[in-house]
Nanobody, 124 residues
Framework: QVQLVESGGGSVQAGGSLRLSCIAS????????MAWFRQVPGKEREVVAA???????SYGDSVKGRFTISQENGANSLYLQMRSLKPEDTAMYYC??????????????????WGQGTQVTVSS
């Protein structure tokens, strides 16, 4: 059974930094995509960044140049380094993964496994 556990969220002032972590267990796919999504109440979950098993990365337009996604030990550890945080980055952040393909879609429905989320709050 695949389990994803996020950590690293918190409260920070605008311009600050946070690093989110996601530890995966029970994952056996050699081809995969892992991603960070975020969601605020009343809005759809949006993709923040994604990385595939070859290390190819993609980012949402609003975070390009500020956030960096990375992984260690294959699909076992996923990170999101967030810099120059803005109040509009405030959201619940989720780690997600889909196996069997290295294609990284932007739709949350395409991802099979999700963590419980970690809250990020950025104050102005």
């Amino acid at each position: 059974q695949v389990q994803l556990v996020e950590s690293g969220g918190g409260s920070v002032q605008a311009g600050g930094s946070l690093r989110l972590s996601c530890i995966a267990s029970g994952y056996t796919y050699s081809s995969y995509c892992m991603a960070w999504f975020r969601q605020v109440p009343g809005k759809e979950r949006e993709v923040v960044a994604a990385i595939d098993n070859d290390g190819n990365t993609s980012y949402g337009d609003s975070v390009k140049g500020r956030f960096t996604i990375s992984q260690e030990n294959g699909a076992n550890s996923l990170y999101l380094q967030m810099r120059s945080l803005k109040p509009e980055d405030t959201a619940m952040y989720y780690c997600a993964t889909r196996g069997g393909s290295s294609f990284c879609p932007s739709m949350s429905l395409a991802f099979s496994y999700w963590g419980q989320g970690t809250q990020v709050t950025v104050s102005s």
